[in-house]
């Protein structure tokens, strides 16, 4: 069995890791303590991957969770999943960040980081096979940003080349819950092998748009957000006749080392409303995911190149011939609005799972046979991190907020290597957007 480590870092990565872990109970047909409901052996299989196993049958989350701040944790410490959850694995604080990258990385951080490594490492020592690490953080806190980079420095320094993957909440174009997050995210340093980027306002357009919520709250996002997680992990957790483990993400997603931000898209999203007037076979849920009103970044993929993309199919699509998904791929690639590096000759990376994804009992979204994830790499990334710039750029000329961060121990030239590693960053894929000649005129 090869394990899986999933790290919740400030309270973006602990909410979504908590619903991450409910959704995973019911898909293994576990009890809110970790006990079996006499599940299938199909729903079992390789639910060790990211569940350990105690002699009296409970399974226990590979999972380290932490944030400064320990309101969040305390709600998962007192909630229904308490006994489910290793309490010596949810590390909080008296003082949290305050949304700065300084505190998180420097002064707070230095306080935590020694018992945090220990932690890690004793999860690590109890795996028979470690495969990798996922992390769930946000950019814009300051734990997500700050203390996240400094844990995932240690663990570079401990756990060598060990695969490490993140899921990660990125600033959104227009919504915003800290003045501060450009300053945070452009400090942030991308050290792990694959960073799946969100942000929550792409997130709440799927939820009002697709599934027809009016006013989506945290509580919405991080449901959907646990959709397409489970979508990922499920090639981790059940048998398939195509299943896809951490190693072969990164290979098949990362052409270059730097250019590693996919973007994450999901099809059907459907709400119980619409279900029984929605038709989705293959070629359906294929096309829609291709969509960018399916994607949970802002950008227009239009604008840029598909590098390489990741079909996670799940359901009942194996009753049907892979005929049906080669002919819905090969259409894509005909189709003009959607591009293409020349250099790429094959570009998809295909997996299948049998289990079928499930749903929470009172959610908005419809239960479906059948879904699909897609994970690719395109240079239209570049756009939240220009985007991004210039927000940081308006605020850095004038010094605003400066003072707070070099309070913390962050020496002011440390902003100026940052922004330059983001726009070197934006280079290398305007670069490799210019060998290519793009014939469109949509704009975001």
């Known amino acids: 069995m090869r394990?899986?480590?999933?790290?919740?870092?400030?309270?973006?990565?602990?909410?979504?890791?908590?619903?991450?872990?409910?959704?995973?109970?019911?898909?293994?047909?576990?009890?809110?303590?970790?006990?079996?409901?006499n599940a299938a052996d199909d729903?079992?299989?390789?639910?060790?991957?990211?569940?350990?196993?105690?002699?009296?049958?409970?399974?226990?989350?590979?999972?380290?969770?932490?944030?400064?701040?320990?309101?969040?944790?305390?709600?998962?410490?007192?909630?229904?999943?308490?006994?489910?959850?290793?309490?010596?694995?949810?590390?909080?604080?008296?003082?949290?960040?305050?949304?700065?990258?300084?505190?998180?990385?420097?002064?707070?951080?230095?306080?935590?980081?020694?018992?945090?490594?220990?932690?890690?490492?004793?999860?690590?020592?109890?795996?028979?096979?470690?495969?990798?690490?996922?992390?769930?953080?946000?950019?814009?806190?300051?734990?997500?940003?700050?203390?996240?980079?400094?844990?995932?420095?240690?663990?570079?320094?401990?756990?060598?080349?060990?695969?490490?993957?993140?899921?990660?909440?990125?600033?959104?174009?227009?919504?915003?819950?800290?003045?501060?997050?450009?300053?945070?995210?452009?400090?942030?340093?991308?050290?792990?092998?694959?960073?799946?980027?969100?942000?929550?306002?792409?997130?709440?357009?799927?939820?009002?748009?697709?599934?027809?919520?009016?006013?989506?709250?945290?509580?919405?996002?991080?449901?959907?957000?646990?959709?397409?997680?489970?979508?990922?992990?499920?090639?981790?957790?059940?048998?398939?006749?195509?299943?896809?483990?951490?190693?072969?993400?990164?290979?098949?997603?990362v052409p270059f080392p730097s250019v590693r931000f996919p973007i994450v898209s999901m099809a059907p999203l459907i709400s119980k409303e619409r279900i029984a007037h929605t038709s989705y076979n293959t070629s359906q849920v294929v096309n829609e995911v291709f969509e960018e009103k399916s994607q949970f970044v802002k950008c227009n993929v239009k604008q840029g190149l598909y590098m390489s993309c990741c079909l996670l199919f799940r359901g009942d699509f194996e009753q049907n011939s892979s005929s049906d998904i080669n002919k819905a791929i090969t259409n894509i690639k005909t189709r003009k609005d959607t591009h293409f590096v020349d250099w790429m000759p094959t570009g998809f990376k295909v997996g299948l799972n049998s289990n079928k994804p499930r749903v929470f009992p009172d959610d908005d979204m419809a239960e479906v046979s059948r879904s699909c994830v897609m994970l690719s790499n395109s240079t239209a990334v570049q756009q939240p991190w220009q985007r991004l710039i210039e927000k940081f750029q308006r605020m850095f000329r004038k010094r605003a907020f400066v003072h707070w961060y070099v309070g913390e121990g962050l020496e002011e030239s440390e902003f100026d290597v940052a922004l330059s590693s983001v726009q070197d960053l934006i280079q290398e894929y305007e670069e490799l957007t210019s060998d290519n000649a793009i014939d469109d005129d949509d704009s975001y």
């Not at 308490?82 to 990258?101: A, I, Q, R, V």
């Not at 939820?207 to 009016?214: I, N, Q, T």
Request: glycine content about 8%; overall charge negative.
């Open 43 to 253: 729903e079992k299989s390789n639910m060790q991957s990211l569940f350990s196993e105690t002699s009296k049958g409970h399974y226990v989350p590979r999972s380290l969770f932490v944030d400064f701040e320990p309101t969040v944790i305390d709600t998962i410490r007192q909630g229904e999943f308490k006994k489910l959850y290793n309490p010596e694995f949810m590390l909080t604080g008296k003082e949290d960040s305050s949304d700065n990258y300084a505190r998180g990385y420097y002064s707070i951080g230095r306080m935590h980081i020694d018992n945090a490594e220990a932690k890690y490492r004793r999860l690590a020592e109890n795996c028979d096979s470690l495969q990798g690490i996922l992390l769930f953080r946000s950019f814009g806190g300051g734990t997500g940003s700050g203390f996240s980079s400094l844990l995932v420095e240690r663990i570079q320094d401990s756990l060598g080349k060990k695969c490490k993957l993140e899921f990660a909440i990125y600033p959104s174009p227009a919504v915003s819950t800290s003045i501060v997050e450009p300053y945070n995210s452009i400090l942030t340093p991308h050290l792990n092998d694959v960073c799946f980027m969100m942000d929550n306002e792409a997130v709440f357009d799927l939820c009002r748009e697709k599934l027809a919520v009016e006013w989506p709250n945290y509580y919405n996002l991080n449901r959907l957000v646990a959709q397409a997680v489970s979508s990922f992990t499920g090639s981790l957790r059940f048998d398939g006749s195509l299943n896809v483990d951490l190693n072969e993400f990164q290979t098949n997603l």
């Open 3 to 37: 394990e899986v480590i999933s790290l919740h870092v400030g309270q973006a990565g602990v909410q979504i890791g908590s619903t991450c872990w409910e959704l995973y109970l019911m898909e293994h047909g576990l009890t809110s303590e970790g006990y079996s409901l």
